[in-house]
Nanobody, 126 residues
């Protein structure tokens, strides 16, 4: 079992930056690949970024590529999402998720992630 708690969301002006954190409980955090997803009002939840258990492989949605960086610190049981040059369309609830059975083909698939946090709100004003 892995429990995930996101933090770091808030209100920021367009062009600003935020760093989201996701703290995980459990001794096996380092065995899980991690992902970030987001859900904007009245929209489906969508994939944002993924990082492998070792941190050596990362993958981003086109919408955030070049503006965001996913990273992890296995000693701290934490995964991060640094978001820069934020846009109003980045406004959403951001969720982190953990999986131990992912392939390159399924990185963006929500149903392949086993554990989810409660989400943190990011609001970008224009």
């Amino acid at each position: 079992q892995v429990q995930l708690v996101e933090s770091g969301g808030g209100l920021v002006q367009a062009g600003g930056s935020l760093r989201l954190s996701c703290a995980a409980s459990g001794r096996t955090f380092s065995r899980y690949d991690m992902g970030w997803f987001r859900q904007a009002p009245e929209k489906e939840r969508e994939f944002v970024a993924h990082i492998s258990w070792s941190g050596s492989i990362t993958y981003y949605a086109d919408s955030v590529k070049g503006r965001s960086t996913i990273s992890r610190d296995n000693a701290k049981n934490t995964v991060y999402l640094q978001m820069n040059s934020l846009k109003p369309e980045d406004t959403a609830v951001y969720y982190c998720a953990a999986t131990h059975q992912i392939t390159i083909a399924t990185i963006t698939k929500q149903d392949k992630y086993d554990y989810w946090g409660q989400g943190t709100q990011v609001t970008v004003s224009s």
